[in-house]
């Protein structure tokens, strides 16, 4: 990451006034994030960080399939609350796979198949991402210590290999409704999320 290319800008929201950063990229391109900052992390103990993959579905479209979209403002809204804190926006759609190959996961699990089954058919494992940019965008923001918004266990497993120290793990638990509670399972008994309202 060559942190030469970073460049910010105000990005007020319904939430709270924050600043995007943008030009976080891996040498050749494969990946890419944004990060929305409010107030100054690093003078803070523990921020709050929630590193959200992109689902163009859920968080534009607001489709029910999923609960990403509910997600994404509900961590927008937690670190408004706190007055302090990171969203690292990962484009990393569909788990990693892609949109093209998300939507045919999709049309896959209109057949009958979950999410996990999806990917494997496709040729892809069940969760493709890598969080190794993210990482780099935490160390660039000086932050060693955070409270991670996540449900996933993977992503704390990663930021701690990283040397960053996690102190807590806030859920993001949305309430599951009929749409989503196939999917919301299925990251519980097959990703191991960590889900207690399903």
């Known amino acids: 990451m060559n942190a030469n290319n970073i460049g910010e800008a105000a990005f007020p929201t319904k ?5 995007i950063f943008f030009g976080f990229e891996t040498e050749d391109k494969s990946d ?3 990060a929305l900052v409010m107030g100054t992390p690093a003078s803070t103990e523990a921020p709050l960080v929630r590193i959200h993959s992109q689902c163009l579905t859920g968080d534009v ?10 997600q994404l403002e509900l961590a927008q809204k937690s670190i408004a609350e706190a007055g302090n804190g990171i969203l690292i926006y990962q484009l990393q759609e569909g788990r990693g796979i892609g949109l093209l190959n998300k939507l045919k996961a999709y049309q896959l699990q209109d057949g009958g198949m979950d999410t996990v089954q999806a990917n494997h058919h496709l040729g892809f494992e069940a969760d493709h991402r890598n969080y190794a940019l993210c990482a780099e965008v935490l160390r660039y923001f000086a932050v ?11 992503k704390v497993e990663a930021v701690q290999d990283a040397g960053i120290t996690v102190v807590e793990r806030v859920g993001i638990e949305i309430p599951s409704t009929d749409d989503t509670q196939k999917y919301l399972l299925t990251k519980k008994n097959k990703l191991g999320h960590l889900l207690s309202t399903v």
Do not use: H, I, W
């Open 32 to 34: 890419v994030v944004l």
């Open 144 to 154: 060693t210590r955070l409270r991670l918004m996540t449900n996933n266990p993977r």
């Open 15 to 19: 939430y709270g006034a924050f600043r």
């Open 61 to 70: 479209f607001k489709s029910s399939r999923c609960d990403c979209g509910e």
